[in-house]
Structure formats: structure tokens, C-alpha cells
């Protein structure tokens, strides 16, 4: 594990423990991901917080004027602390590993659902309910078109793969079959 992973987690950790005690472990978590929507929406900007040669102040003051009203004190403190010990590049994986630590904390965890075709609302929440009873968890989905797939849908809930497609029933028929054979 680099030395980055294991600040950025250390940042993530604190930042939950402070939401947590003052009850906006959710509220915190939405704003992280403004802020981290914000800097890949806008690149330019992104580019200067991330800027070794632009000084801690400078970059404060841009992110003062950009973020100050829209975010709570705790997630601001964050983005300036990280400035000021020169750590702006690790904001993505803190957001990332503050909604582990969240969702944990919360009972809940992200689906990524990979289909061959769009789905509806009401096929994805049949999902979300299936894979709740199934693990225990509030489970939130996202989506991804995966035009490889033939039919069926893969289902990634943190490290574990459920794989419905038709390619992975067909993959693991053949493996069934060669076994068969070699008996």
C-alpha cells in the first residue's frame, strides 16, 4: 500500500469520525463528490489547485471563492487542510474511501450493474431490492452500459462479481462440460 493510499485513508477516517459527530455523515459524503464533480467538470481549475508552483494561499483563496458558501465547515476545513500540507492530489481517493467508511457505517453499498441494454427505473430498483435481501445491505445502483455483454447483467457489489450475463452462463457451461470430459 503507498504512502499516499494510507494518508488519504487516514484524512477519510478523521473526516467521517468529525460528520459522524456532528450527524452529517450523508450531507458530508454529497459534498465531497460536488467538489470532486466540480474539479473534473472543470479542468482548468482543477489544474491550478493541483499546481505545485501556485502557492497555499492562492489556491485558498480559489477555493474560498468557489466553494465557501456551498459547503459545510467540516468538508471545507478539509479541502484547505489538504491544501495546506500540499496534499491536493489525494481529494479523489479521500472522497473514495470516506464513501466506504460511510456506507459501512450506514449499512449500505454500491451496486454497479453492467447490461447490454439501458435499464428502467423499475428494473433497477428490483436489483437494488434483490441484492438488499441478498446481502444485508442498503443497496444503492449504478448503472454501466457494457455493449460487450450478449444478455444478462453482472452485478459488482464491492470486491464480490454476481455474473447473470449470458457469456458468463456460456463460460462456465463449457468449463462443466470440459470437466465431464476428463472424467
Known sequence: MSQDTVVAKRYARALFELAKEQNKIAAVEEELKTVVTVMQDNTDFEKLIKHPGLGAESK????????????????FNTLLLLVDKGREDLLEALVNYYV????E??????????TPVELSEADLSHISATFSNLTGKQIRVVSVLDK?????IKVRIGDRLYDGSLSGKLERLEKTLNQTQAL
Open 105 to 114: 457505517a450506514l449499512g449500505q453499498a454500491q451496486a454497479t450493474v453492467y
Open 148 to 152: 460487450s455483454l450478449l444478455g444478462g
Open 60 to 75: 485558498t483563496t480559489l477555493l474560498k471563492n468557489v466553494f465557501e458558501s456551498q459547503l459545510s465547515e467540516i468538508t
Open 100 to 103: 466506504t467508511i460511510a456506507s
